[in-house]
């Protein structure tokens, strides 16, 4: 079961470890998995998604995530205007009506939101409330430089019980990456709400031989 004591500080139970480190069209990539046993890499946000994504529970939990834009919360403000739409009952297909309805004016704007599996996720697993607190703060004018926003949405749903999903909100450093002031403030402000939310720092290793492997969860 997951551990709700420190609710705002998650740990991912996914190796932090990343090998084979190439620059990639001006992007770092690295090997998916941590053993090097696959020769496919992606950035540092693809490969924690994807690890997250081939987690195994033992306690009856599927897991499901995805990457967000910068302005994720303004998307939801034009694709849920008023806050509408925006509720733990929402469907599926009522999600992906309104994210189609509003697709054009999202591209003109240069915005994008997640697959409507992750918007029920995160309306579900924080709440209406929070979703529109956060939409409320992204969308005030002195804050329309700021960003912030963590780079990924993972979500933790039991196949067992109906309940909500467990949501975590990550940003993804690689070692030598520098958090920048607006993505701490965010960070803060989402544990300040009682959302689970932190920062991933990768740890660059030599790939590991076939034998043994690593295995380390963060």
């Known amino acids: 079961m997951p551990n709700n004591d420190e609710p705002c500080v998650p740990a991912l ?9 190439e620059n990639v069209g001006g992007r770092v990539h ?11 890499k992606a950035i540092p946000e693809q490969v924690v998604l994807w690890r997250w994504r081939r987690r195994k529970s033992p306690h009856g939990f ?8 910068p302005n994720v919360w303004r998307a939801m403000a034009l694709a849920f205007p008023d806050g509408r739409g925006i509720s733990a009952d929402a469907e599926l297909e009522d999600l992906r009506l309104a994210v189609d309805a509003s697709r054009d004016q999202l591209r003109s704007m240069d915005y994008s939101l997640p697959s409507a599996q992750c918007l029920q996720a995160i309306f579900r697993g924080i709440g209406p409330g929070r979703v529109k607190d956060l939409i409320k703060r992204h969308t005030l004018p002195e804050r329309k430089d700021c960003y912030g926003t ?7 749903t039991s196949t067992t019980f109906i309940r909500p999903p467990v949501i975590r909100f990550v940003e ?23 959302i689970a939310a932190r920062v991933l720092r990768l740890i660059e290793r030599d790939c590991p031989s076939t034998k043994g492997g690593n295995k ?3």
């Open 13 to 21: 139970g996914i190796s932090h470890i990343v090998c084979g480190r």
């Open 172 to 194: 993804v450093k690689k070692p030598d990456e520098e958090l920048l002031a607006h993505q701490e403030e965010e960070i803060a402000f989402l544990i300040s709400i009682g």
């Open 62 to 69: 599927s897991f499901g995530g995805d990457r967000l834009s």
């Open 30 to 40: 690295y090997f998916l998995d941590a053993n090097c046993r696959l020769q496919e």
């Open 150 to 156: 963590p780079d990924l949405c993972l979500y933790m």
């Open 216 to 218: 380390h969860g963060t």
